[in-house]
């Protein structure tokens, strides 16, 4: 059974139309990931949530958010989609048990590929 | 911050011969090493992974070895089957509680038949 569930597993949007993605978890892990993943590369964090908290990568663009309404849930927010922003988003999470050198295992969600026209 | 480098980015290997990965981080604190396998269209999923506490480690025909002095790490796969062509990514965290993943560029591994 799928522990990451991303939906929807392809989504088409308009340049510049608002989309939100989804991720839930089964897992019952606190902290939760999106990377976006181009072709042929590797997969690029965005940000994570440490339980509630909100971390941002630097270069993140203002135009990508997130919200994670409770344990479960994960949303990618795409507030102005360009045709650069299309790719696979990926979401993870793994259990953070606040223990020096803990692996931390990353478990990934099929993805969502976003096609922008 | 950490940087780990990948290499080769394509690799071609003959059904039943060995293949290796190899890659370099540059955060000496790192202490977590894990490989993803990718297959086309798929999820990553952790096929090995080994702590700096320990120099290598096995599963069937996966190995991975870690070098701290050198700060680096590789994947090596005995006996290559069919099924193991996929995208390879190596990771390294820089971080001691090893929130954040900073993967390689990732090796394309075709195994011939």
């Known amino acids: 059974d799928a522990m990451v569930i991303q939906n929807p597993r392809y989504q088409v949007t308009q340049f510049g139309k608002p989309v939100t993605l989804s991720c839930s978890q089964t897992?019952?892990?606190?902290?939760m990931y999106w990377y976006q993943q181009k072709s042929s590369q590797a997969p690029k964090l965005l940000f994570h949530?440490?339980?509630?908290?909100?971390?941002n990568e630097a270069d993140t663009p203002d135009n990508f958010q997130s919200r994670r309404p409770n344990t479960s849930f994960c949303f990618l927010d795409i507030r102005s989609p360009g045709l650069g922003d299309a790719a696979m988003y990926l979401c993870?999470?793994?259990?953070?048990?606040?223990?020096?050198?803990?692996?931390?295992?990353?478990?990934f969600g099929a993805g969502t590929r976003l096609s922008v026209l | 911050g950490e940087n780990v480098e990948q290499h080769p980015s394509t690799l071609s290997v003959q059904e039943g011969d060995s293949a290796v990965i190899k890659c370099t981080y540059s955060?000496?604190?790192?202490?977590?090493f894990p490989w993803y396998k990718q297959e086309l269209g798929k999820r990553p999923q952790l096929i090995i992974d080994?702590?700096?506490?320990?120099g290598e480690k096995k599963d069937q025909r996966i190995a991975v070895t870690l070098n701290k002095t050198a700060k680096h790490f590789s994947l090596h796969i005995t006996e290559t089957q069919p099924e193991d062509s996929a995208v390879y990514f190596c990771a390294a965290t820089n971080r001691p509680l090893g929130n954040k993943l900073v993967f390689g560029a990732g090796t394309i591994l075709r195994v011939k038949s």
């Open positions: 949530y440490y339980d509630k908290d909100f971390n």
């Open positions: 993870a999470t793994s259990r953070d048990a606040g223990l020096a050198g803990a692996k931390n295992i990353q478990y």
């Open positions: 955060d000496s604190a790192s202490n977590y």
């Open positions: 897992l019952n892990h606190n902290v």
């Open positions: 080994i702590r700096s506490n320990v």
